[in-house]
């Protein structure tokens, strides 16, 4: 799919970080992207910088995806381009000994579920609806492309780290949908593709002191530095450019493999 004026994207998650670099780089590129996230002061920001839409929405909800996605095409036109980037983290063990008492307590189900819901199910619930609008689009592309969908997992989908038992299962859940996905859409001319970002400079290390941002950076092999958000959006930008990626799920580490902590 070539990039320029005319398109239009969605990208949720799209106040921060990853998601608000690729608001950046589709916008550079002439495309009308809406961002949907759940922070309005940063979300309107990143909205005026780039000349977007934003859009107030909970990607855990089926109604206001559906609202969220009214809005942004009545006033850009149904996306041709998703980006899933909205998500959470937590560090938890499956089972936390307490120092003091001995005590042990399991993963509380509450917190396991909320991740779930945001990363996994937040993510099938936007491109589920997504496709269905694109889906209803003319083909695009000389092979009948309609348009492509992306998604973030992380290299926790497979090298998940100690108290990463939440986040790491569902973002391997975001990758083995992949897939299906892919398949589930082929026939309808709509690719679909999963980003697994290693480390990433981005809010979620902002508040990190700088030593260990340091140390993290220097755990990664080749270029032994934190990942620019600009280099995740410049892999959006290919995926979107290169038709012949379908299905796959690509890491973008530098080489890093996580530890067990
Ligand atoms: N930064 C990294 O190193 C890294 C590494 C691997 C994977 N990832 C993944 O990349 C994605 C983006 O991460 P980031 O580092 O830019 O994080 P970030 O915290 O800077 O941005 C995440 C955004 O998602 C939004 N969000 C959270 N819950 C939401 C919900 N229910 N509905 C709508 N929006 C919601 C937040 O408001 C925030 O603006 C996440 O899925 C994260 O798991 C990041």
Known sequence: MQ???GLSAVVTGGASGLGAATA???????????LFD???????????RTGGLFCRCDVTSADAVAAALEQARSEHGTERITVNCAGIAIGKRTV???RETGALEPHDLES?????HINLIGSFNVLSQSAAGMLALEPLTPDGGRGVIVNTASVAAQDGQLGQVAYAASKGGVAAMTLPVARDLAGDGVRVVTILPGLFDTPMFATLPDDIRDALGASVPFPSRLGDPQEYAALVRHICENDMLNGECIRLDGAVRLAPK
């Open 3 to 5: 990039l320029g004026d």
């Open 24 to 34: 950046r780089v589709l916008a550079a590129e002439g495309v009308k992207v809406a």
């Open 38 to 48: 759940l922070d309005e002061a940063r979300g309107r920001e990143v909205a005026e």
């Open 96 to 98: 936390r000994r307490d």
């Open 112 to 116: 396991f579920s909320k991740v779930i």
